[in-house]
């Protein structure tokens, strides 16, 4: 009952930049949180940036200072700006939501299908 759609993957050269979009729908009381993960191939998924319905803001380390995550709460939408990519950064990304479905419920992750970044040298 909750969907949440990425866009905004694709091929970049080293230096570049791109911006994600995950819009999350259905069934929506709220959301607390959002977030991107990444996934490369023989690595566990690690978490990139999370952004609370507050504007509070968490970055790995190894991204800080080149990317940025904003919300449009109205839109339930959250943006990942990546700048300065890296090879390193390959990876199929991946949008959370920290969702509360009525006003009386708690609240449950859900992840989008991942979109796939890739940088190339």
């Known amino acids: 009952q909750v969907q949440l759609v990425e866009s905004g993957g694709g091929l970049v050269q080293a230096g570049g930049s791109l911006r994600l979009s995950c819009l999350a729908f259905?069934?929506?009381?709220?959301?607390?949180?959002m977030g991107w993960y990444r996934q490369a191939p023989g690595k566990r998924r690690e978490l990139v940036a999370v952004?609370?319905?507050?504007?509070?803001?968490n970055y790995v380390d190894s991204v800080k200072d080149r990317f940025t995550i904003s919300r449009d709460g109205a839109k339930n939408t959250v943006y990942l700006q990546m700048n300065s990519l890296k090879p390193e950064d390959t990876a199929v990304y991946y949008c959370?939501?920290?969702?509360?479905?009525?006003?009386?419920?708690?609240?449950?992750?859900?992840w989008g299908q991942g979109t796939q970044v890739t940088v190339s040298s």
């Open positions: 259905g069934s929506i009381f709220s959301i607390n949180a």
């Open positions: 959370n939501a920290d969702v509360r479905r009525t006003s009386y419920s708690g609240t449950s992750d859900y």
């Open positions: 952004i609370t319905s507050g504007g509070s803001t």
